[in-house]
């Protein structure tokens, strides 16, 4: 797996995580109107690619095989 893949995986996981989130908190949400409902998805997305986005940068060089394992079975991620 290379660092690229791992932080593809990486990014997925954040991503479902959130979708996972706004949907649990759906209840709350539903009062909400279209575009503050967008505003909210807008807003935990870019939550999400800042959270995302230092690891990213750091998988995107070279890593030893180890480092990228360890990253993979830190964050749970599923191997592609």
Sequence with gaps: MSGGMVGQALRDRFESIRQAEVERLEK???????????????????VVQAIAGVPVRALADELP????????????????
């Design 28 to 46: 709350k949400l539903r009062g909400l109107s279209d575009d503050d409902r967008r505003v909210v998805e807008a807003i935990t997305a870019e």
């Design 65 to 80: 095989e180890p480092a990228l394992d360890a990253v993979v079975r830190l964050f749970a991620l599923e191997r592609v």
